[in-house]
Structures are given as C-alpha cells and as structure tokens.
C-alpha cells in the first residue's frame, strides 16, 4: 500500500515538472481576486458582487486575451468576517499572478485587509465599503467606486427631517465598523438639525429583540433608525412591527436586498413604512446598465441585486487599468505598482457612471439615492421606488 | 397532611406548577423592587425623562420579556443538567441540537406552506406538528451524538468527550448549512406566516392604567413549556425510568449492579433532553421568526449558563436559573440604556448578567439549588 502511494507521488511529481517545464510557452496568467462573503446570511450580496465581477472578466478581457494573456477570476469567500477576509488577504498577496483584486461587501473586513493589500502595493477596487476611513488612510492602493457615509447618513436624516417631518428618532446599530459608523453619522446630523434622538443603541442580537424592542417602544419615536444589514434588520423590523412600532423605518445601503423584504415581509409597508438611503441604486437606476441586467439575468438566473453592477465596474476598472499597465511594459506582465498607479489615472465609462479616482481613491462626485419599500416580498423588490437621487462631492479626508 | 402531599395529583401537578409560578414571582418581584428602588434612586440625576414613570411604564412588558425567554433558557438547561447529572461532562452539542430541532420544525411549515396546506389546517395542530417532528428529529439526534461521539470515549478523561462535544457542535453547524445550501440554497430559515400567532391578547390587570398586551405566541410558548416541564418533572420523579435515571446519576456501577441497562438509560437520558431542545427550538423560531445554523450557539451557551447558575446537574435548578438569567437580560437590556441615558446600552446587558452570575457563584460555589456533593469515587 505504501509502495503505490510513493509511486503516485513519484508520478505526480514528474508530471508537475512536466508541466511547470511547459511554462514559459503558456499563456501568461493574471488573475483578479474577488473577496466578499458567499456564504452566510450576507451572501446574497457578496455572490453577486463576485458574479458581477465574474461577468466583467468573461465580457471585458478581451484586450488583455489578445496579447497574449490568459484572465482568471479568484474568487475568495470572507465570510463577512475581518479575520477570514484578513487571511484570505493574506494569500491573495501571496499569489503573484493576482494584479488587482475586487472587494469587500463589508467596511469592518475591508479596513483590516487592505492593511494586507497596502503592504504589498496591490490595488482593491471596492463595490460597496462606505465607511469613509477605508479611504482616508490615504492608501494609494484602496478605491472605491461608490459614496461615503458622512455623506449618506447626513442625507438620511435630512429625509427624515425636512421630508418625513420626524421630530425623534432612534438609533440601532449592528457594532460594526459600517454600522456604527453611519449611525454616528446620523445622530451627528440629528444633533445638528435638533432632530431628538431618543436612543443609541448597539447590538450583535440576530433572532431575540425584545429587549431592545420594549425600551424603543416606551420612547416611540417618529423614525427608527438602523444602521446595519438586511438580514440582522429583517427579523428586528418584523418583530419591532409585530409589537406595535407604528412609525418609519430607515436605514442606508446595507438594507438594499431583496432578503429584507423575505425576512420582514409586510412589516415593511404597514405602518410608516421603510425608506432606505443607498449608495448604489437598482440596476434599472443606470440608463448603461440595462445589458448588464440583461446578460446578468441569463447567466446566473436571477435578476441582479445591488452591487452586483458595482462588483462588474470595479472589475471593469481592474480589466482596464491592467491593460494600460500591460501597454506601458511593452505587452510584458505589468508589475502591481503599475496597475495601483494606472488605476489612479483612469477614467473609465462604466454602467454605472463614469469612473475615476481622486487622490485618495474616492470618486470625486458620487450618486446617492434615496428609496421606498414597496416590496412585501423579496420577489417584487425591484418595485421599490427611487424617491430622489442626488450627487455630492466627496468631503476628501474628511473634517 | 402527608397523605396529601403524596397524592400523585399534587406531586406531579399542582407542585411543579406552584413551583415554576413561585420562582417567577420571586424572581420578578425581587428585580421589580429593586429596579423601582433603582429608579427613586437615580431621579435627580436623569434629566431627559422621568425614570419612575418610565420604569413603570415598561415594567409588564419587561417581566413578560424576561419571563418568555427565561422559560426557553429553561427548557434547554434542562437538556444540559440532565447530560451532567448522568455523565458528568458539559455537552456543548446541545446548542446545535436546539438548533437542529427549530430548523426542521420551520422546515415543515414551509413544506405545508408550499403545499398550500399551511393556511387550512388548524395553526395549534400545525404547530403541534412542528413540534412533535421537531423533537422526534432533535431526540434521535441528541442519541445518536451520544451513540457516535460520546460512547467510545466513556472511560476517557472527562475533557475529552468535552472537545467531542464542541466538534460535533461544529460538525453540526455546517451539516445543516450544507443541507440548507444544497436543499434550499437559503441561509435563513424564515418562518412562514400563518395562524393568530402574531396578534395581541390583552390582559386587564388591576393596578396597571391600561391593559397588558401579550403576543399569542408568547402564552403559547409559556404553556407550551410548562407542559413539558410538567410533564418531565413526572417523567424523572413518578415513573421506572425516571428512577432508574436518578440511579445512575448517583452512582452507575452500584446502579449496574442492581440490574439497571446503564447504557440504555444514557441513551434515553439524551433523547429527553434533546427532545426538549427540539421543542424549545421550534417555540424560539415561533416567537422570533427566523432561523439560521449558527442561530442556537448564544441561547446554548446562556441555557449552559443557566444549569450552573441553578447548580448543574439539579433539574429545578436548570428552571429557576432559566428564568432568573433570562429575567437579568431582559432587566438589563431595557433599563440600562434608560438608567445611564444612553452611555450604556443594550450591548451590555450580557455583561451584567454575567456580573451578577459570578457573584452569585463567589457566594454559592455550587449553584443556587445545587448540592456541594463530595467527587464521586
């Protein structure tokens, strides 16, 4: 039994130096990571920013394929975890044919790991990390093709005030870095407008909330506020309605999948209904992105969920910036200090606007969007309404 | 007198009845004092609002709150307790089991759902069902843990079937996620909705300014386990079984040698207890609407957490404990937030349980029901 296993290995290994021996006349690979998370209750997110990304690879590489060079997607599933998405930064850093990398879905995972990328000079392009320190660092290898939130929860709250008419509110948050970020944000904002704030909250509850949900309804505010994901507000949505919380939900990005609608169900339009500020609107939102939501839909056999057209523009904004580095080699594998700075000089007309990157990786002017639930189920998500869209600058390296 | 309190009657109903409606009492009576006290208290000092008005303005809801969720933590310390008193080791797995049991009594109701069934049915036999299936599948499961993962290692340091134990944990969470992922392709396991379950009942207590509204779900959940606790108290203390369960939690060889199948008595030990973890996990998916395979590892842990602070391996132990720790959270999440306007909110309510924990167990080492019994040789 032994003796056949030496044998196998003896083999392999002569075939493995076979092949390594092929190499030089082999295609030259260059891959593009994604890291979002594909599995967990974050998942129907992150599976579509990494088959957006995928999409891009397969229609977009075209350029790079005529000179000579074989595109692979490496996905890498971060679990919305900072210590997975930092180990897997870890490898991906370890294997050079990666040049660029698309990610993360979460703010929390994405500062942590670009520490990673920073060190070895390897450029993310991020589809959906709001939180505004993911660029303030002043990083030369972190963009992001999407707003910030010092600008979208200040642009919640001024709904919530000036529209809806809230005179209180109160703040739940998921003890994330993007959770908590933005609602900081907002209760900055509340401050300011003199919108009372009637609680701060945070918690990492994912099925219980009655505890928080007694309090909240002692103080009944106008507007409750909640800063973190669809699938931790769903439940708390649906059991804060069923306990008889009669005002309007908000939230920001985090809130936009259809998995919100599933888990909170009619909770969303009874009462006050929900109204949500994002970054990142329906596909429908972007007059170039109709294809996209077209080819989309007949590969992966669901319509996109928002992301998805960020996940395919950061790839797209990779794709490009490698070719530009590749270009400037002489049509030579490009080193990832020249893609990192090609992405810097890039304007690329993506699907969801055009793209480029200011000195610190943010765009320089960025959509936000304002949105109320229709839906009651996730099926007719895409039936939610886009109340405004508004651009803002970006505030640079903050106040 | 005597005669009396052997009446099978009062020793298998009315007492473990009075007993469960005692130690909610107590402990609710004792943390409303306090909290009130609390609240005279600190007047001055909370300028935003007035803290006695609003601490009793909240006070029913709290105590139903901590009292729902006390009697969850209950139902699955139980499963823990038992574990301990015949074994001796922590079975961690029975987070999972909880888990396990929830998962596939929603699973069913999603499946009459599909079918159309969901809404013809009468909802307390539906969730009769669930319930039922629930702790089938959680019982079968708890035994075959035990059968696979616990028997082989019997004469083995008693840590080592403890890392048994967290790696089934593991494996579990992952067999149903990779069950979930390849059946359904969700992660979440939403519950469907059907039946009054979600409507208010309203209860007209003298001595609050308006009546007490209580979801059905929640009085379902409360009778529901009250049943069960009932019904095992009898189990353990009125029936052959239950003696012969006793016996070999005080001392199995002795109990080997009087003739009693030590291993089948193991083995039923585990069904019970996962039994009622499955039932406890269908009743949680009812009450908070949504269900995932990492979604039994804090109500686990607080359960465990709850058989020592009654004093493991005492089965009245395991409820009150339950209900004075779910109690605890329910105080703390609610009024921490209020009492220190906001610097310290809900987020440390588990720190504050945990607190009062440790000094209870500085004060009584052994639980608070619990006996300091000598090692067992």
């Not at chain 1, 088959?51 to 397969?58: D, F, P, T, W, Y």
């Not at chain 1, 999948?257 to 972007?286: C, R, W």
């Not at chain 2, 203390?237 to 239950?242: D, L, S, V």
């Amino acid at each position: 039994m032994f003796k056949r296993t030496s044998l196998v290995l003896a083999l392999l290994l002569v075939a493995s130096m076979i092949l390594s021996a092929c190499g030089p006349s082999a295609p030259k690979v260059i891959k593009i990571a994604t890291q979002s998370p594909l599995s967990g209750g974050q998942s129907l997110l992150g599976v579509d920013i990494k088959n957006g990304a995928q999409l891009a690879v397969e229609q977009l590489s075209g350029p790079l394929t005529e000179m000579g060079f074989t595109v692979e997607l490496a996905p890498y599933d971060d679990q919305a975890t900072p210590d997975v998405g930092v180990a897997n930064a870890k490898n991906i850093v370890a294997d050079a044919s990666i040049l660029c990398g698309v990610g993360h879905l979460n703010s929390g995972v994405m500062i942590p790991s670009s520490e990673e990328y920073h060190t070895a000079g390897l450029a993310f392009v991020s589809p959906a990390n709001t939180n505004p320190v993911v660029t303030t660092r002043g990083y030369a290898e972190v963009n992001r093709i999407v707003g910030r939130d010092d600008v979208q929860a200040p642009v919640a709250e001024a709904y919530a005030f000036n529209e809806l008419g809230a005179t209180s509110v109160y703040i739940i948050h998921d003890k994330t870095a993007y959770g908590q970020g933005v609602a900081e944000f907002f209760r900055g904002a509340a401050e300011k407008d003199g919108l009372e704030v009637l609680g701060f909250e945070g918690t990492e509850e994912k099925a219980n909330f009655d505890a928080i949900i007694t309090p909240m309804l002692a103080a009944n505010p106008d507007v409750l506020f909640f800063s973190g994901i669809y699938d931790q507000a769903g439940v708390f949505f649906k059991q804060a309605r069923d306990a008889g919380y009669e005002g309007t939900f908000m939230g920001t990005d985090g809130m936009d999948a259809s998995g919100l609608a599933d888990l909170a169900g009619d909770a969303l339009t009874k009462g006050g209904g929900m109204v949500y500020t994002s970054v990142a609107g329906p596909a429908s939102a972007y007059p170039k992105a109709a294809k996209f939501a077209e080819d989309f839909t007949a590969k992966f056999g669901a319509s996109p969920q928002p992301f998805a057209a960020q996940g395919y523009d950061s790839a797209a904004v990779c794709l490009a910036a490698i070719k530009n580095a590749a270009d400037a080699a002489g049509g030579e594998v490009p080193t990832r200090e020249a893609v990192r700075d090609a992405i810097r000089a890039l304007t690329y007309e993506g699907i969801t606007g055009s793209l480029a990157f200011d000195s610190i990786g943010d765009l320089p002017t960025a959509k936000y969007f304002i949105i109320k639930v229709n839906a009651t189920s996730g099926d007719t998500w895409n039936s939610n309404e886009i109340v405004a869209e508004l651009d803002f600058a970006s505030p640079g390296m903050g106040e | 007198m005597k005669q009396f309190t052997s009446n099978p009657f009062y020793k298998f109903i009315l007492f473990p009845i009075g007993q469960m409606l005692a130690f909610v009492l107590g402990a609710g009576t004792i943390l409303s004092v306090l909290i009130i006290l609390l609240a005279y208290i600190f007047r001055g000092s909370v300028t935003n609002l007035d803290l006695v008005e609003r601490t009793f303005a909240i006070l029913p809801k709290v105590l139903v709150d901590g009292i729902t969720i006390g009697f969850v933590y209950a139902t699955i310390a139980l499963g823990y307790t038992m574990v301990y008193g015949v074994l001796e080791f922590i079975n961690f797995s029975h987070s999972e089991i909880f888990m396990v049991g929830g998962v596939v009594g929603v699973e069913l109701l999603r499946y009459l759902d599909a079918q159309g069934s969901l809404a013809t049915i009468n909802q307390y036999v539906v969730i009769g069902m669930a319930i039922i299936l629930g702790m089938l599948i959680a019982g079968g499961l708890a035994m075959t843990v035990e059968r696979v993962a616990y028997k082989p290692l019997r004469g083995a340091p008693r840590l080592v079937p403890l890392i048994s134990a967290i790696g089934i944990s593991f494996f579990l969470q992952d067999a149903v996620r990779l069950i979930l992922g390849l059946t359904t392709g969700e992660f979440n396991v939403i519950l469907p909705q059907f039946g009054t379950f979600d409507e208010f009942i309203f209860l007209n207590i003298p001595g609050l300014p308006e009546p007490l509204q209580i979801q059905q779900k929640t009085i379902l959940l409360i009778i529901v386990t009250m049943v069960m606790l009932v019904g095992l108290n009898y189990l353990v203390n009125g029936t052959k079984i239950g003696k012969a369960i006793r016996a070999v939690a005080q001392d199995r060889p002795s109990a080997s040698l009087m003739g009693i199948n030590v291993n089948m008595i193991i083995s039923i030990t585990f069904l019970i207890g996962g039994a009622l973890g499955g039932a406890a996990g269908v009743l949680f998916a009812l009450k908070v609407t949504r269900l995932d395979p990492f979604v039994g590892f804090f109500p686990g842990l607080k359960a465990f957490t709850a058989a020592v602070l009654g004093g493991i391996g005492n089965l009245t132990g395991a409820l009150l404990g339950g209900l004075i720790l779910g109690l605890l959270e329910s105080f703390g999440a609610s009024y921490l937030g209020i009492f220190t306007q906001g610097a310290f909110g809900a987020e440390y309510k588990d720190i504050l349980a945990f607190a009062i924990l440790i000094i209870i167990l500085i004060f009584r080492p052994s639980g608070l029901l619990g006996q300091t019994v000598g090692q067992k040789a």
